[in-house]
């Protein structure tokens, strides 16, 4: 079973925009990570936000984390075709098994 | 490129063929798993292994059977697969075993069952 879950599912945008998708969850967490798959390739791990955080940020990636609402964004910026991927967030749902929502696609138009 | 390498990049194979997949990792990770992951679909875990040691097995069907020779080998033997076990199998691995920890996959092994 999924504990998180993702909106849109699908998202389309121009070169050089900003994409915006986000996570709810359903239980308490210690952590919430993000990350991107490409076609055809693995999950690479973008970044891992801890529960007494409410933002952080890497290169052209924020995410934020609003425990009250159990919920996470994750933003683009400034977007490039290299950003054409599927986005996971994930969380534990007990000490070894991570899960992983349903995942947004995001496909960035030159 | 992925520090963590799984062959064979494909894999076609029979109902009643016997194969394994490998996966190997030399970051002097302790914990490795085993996904299984279907088209547009997220990953579903299906083993964990820390310390060399199963720790987790998600009800997986005994046609898989996962091996862990030693900390940086993780092989998943395949006998008498069905054509729903037709999908892409990603390992991973983290430091200690611990969902809490960033995972690192590999590219996975596309599999076909005829």
């Known amino acids: 079973s999924q504990q998180g879950e993702e909106d849109p599912q699908a998202l389309s945008i121009q070169e050089g925009e900003n994409a915006t998708m986000n996570c709810s969850y359903k239980?308490?967490?210690?952590?919430l990570q993000w990350y991107r798959q490409n076609s055809g390739r693995g999950l690479v791990h973008l970044i891992l936000?801890?529960?007494?955080?409410r933002e952080k940020h890497s290169g052209r990636l924020r995410v934020t984390l609003d425990t009250s609402k159990k919920s996470s964004s994750l933003l683009i910026t400034a977007s490039r075709a290299a950003d054409t991927a599927s986005y996971f967030c994930?969380?534990?749902?007990?000490?070894?098994?991570?899960?992983f929502g349903a995942g947004t696609t995001v496909t960035v138009r030159a | 490129d992925t520090e963590v390498t799984q062959t064979p990049k494909h894999l076609v194979m029979g109902m009643t063929n016997k194969k394994s997949l490998k996966c190997e990792q030399h970051?002097?990770?302790?914990?490795m798993y085993w996904y299984k992951q279907k088209a547009k679909k997220p990953p579903e875990l299906m083993f964990v292994?820390?310390?060399?040691?199963?720790?987790i097995n998600e009800s997986v069907p005994s046609r898989f059977s996962p091996e862990c020779p030693n900390s940086s080998l993780l092989n998943l033997h395949l006998h008498a697969l069905q054509p729903e076990d037709s999908a892409l199998y990603l390992c991973?691995?983290?430091?200690?075993?611990?969902?809490?920890?960033?995972?690192?996959f590999g590219d996975g092994t596309r599999l076909s069952i005829l």
């Open positions: 991973a691995s983290s430091q200690v075993g611990s969902a809490n920890q960033p995972q690192h």
């Open positions: 239980t308490s967490i210690n952590n």
């Open positions: 936000i801890r529960s007494n955080e």
């Open positions: 994930a969380t534990a749902i007990n000490d070894y098994k991570l899960s």
């Open positions: 970051m002097g990770h302790r914990a």
């Open positions: 292994y820390s310390y060399e040691k199963l720790s």
